[in-house]
């Protein structure tokens, strides 16, 4: 394209270059795709001034997920769950005013505070540091919060959790999307793709299209669930253990069989509203897409969809599908 450069500032025609960098961080080496342009004229290179894509923040986002550290949108959603400033928390946890607020925009955390952070998405820790050192809040705030954190640290005993207890004691890692198992953000998936019916087969493609276009878009995945390669396309590991708590035990999914001659398959109905509250705006803007772009798909063409994604093609049934594949996900 021709344009003015900003170097020779001469009309010129300016070369658009799309290449991958290698930066340090923190002895790191991590490999990033950066643009910029060349002017043909004078043979100087510039960035984009009007792009928003920032390499060093594409290096750090990898770092943390590399390393399974909080990314800067989760530590502000846990903020404001709470209806805590930025001052607030920072107070609470004993750090500068400045520090919380270079976290959320960007700057990647050390080590220490990241724990910190991590410890903080428990709501008996957080509550423990309320107690202590939330004096300073006003009175009305410091009850609320307290009275909150204990309806959690009490709901923390219900039965998806103590599931996730059972099924969910991996680390984060690539195979989970870098996320433990979040047992009531993948039961609210289920619901949100059931509402209108949905065949099982196709539901659980659904899931895993889900979890694994999150963490191609956003580095993380919704629900920190494993995906297993079957004979019909991926799917979430102990699906079955999972679908059977809410048919049977919840009693939120209502279950129909369907006959097609040759075979018979379920169809899922979901009883009750999926609470999408449980999910951030990003989240659920994935959720949609998915579900918009397979809304036409029936059960067969799902699954020859799902069978051509490298994920699954270079995998074995059994095998878990490492998020590792969701930079060539088709979607």
Known sequence: MKDVCPNCEKISELEHIITTEELNVRG?????????????????????????????????????????????????????????????????VGWGG???????????????????????????????????????????????????????IEKTCSFPNILTERFGKYEPSI????KKLDINKLFQMIKFFAKDGVLKSKLCKLIFYADFKCFKDYAISISGAKYAHAHHGPVPDNYEHYFATLIHDEKSIRVEEIDYGEYAGEKFYSEVEPDLSVFS??????????????????????????????GYNETKVGDIISFEYSNDLQI
Do not use: W
Not at 135 to 149: A, G, H, I, M, Y
Not at 294 to 310: D, G, L
């Open 28 to 92: 790191d080496i991590i490999k990033v795709e950066v643009e910029y342009y060349k002017c043909t004229e004078c043979g100087e290179e510039f960035e984009d001034p009007g792009s928003k894509d920032d390499p060093l923040e594409k290096a750090y986002r990898e770092y943390r997920r590399k390393h399974g550290m909080i990314q800067p949108e989760e530590i502000s959603e846990m903020r404001k769950l709470y209806g805590l400033t930025q001052k607030e928390l920072s107070k609470i």
């Open 98 to 152: 400045a520090t919380l607020s270079r976290y959320e925009n960007g700057a990647l955390q050390d080590d220490t505070h990241d724990r910190v952070l991590q410890l903080l998405k428990n709501p008996e820790n957080l509550h423990r540091l309320i107690t202590k050192k939330g004096s300073f809040l006003p009175e009305n705030k410091r009850n609320r919060l307290l009275n909150e954190l204990s309806a959690a």
């Open 175 to 178: 195979e989970n999307g870098y």
């Open 281 to 310: 705006d990003s989240e659920l803007e994935v959720l949609l897409s998915v579900k918009k772009f397979f809304q036409s798909f029936n059960a067969t063409k799902i699954r020859e969809f799902s069978h051509k994604e490298r």
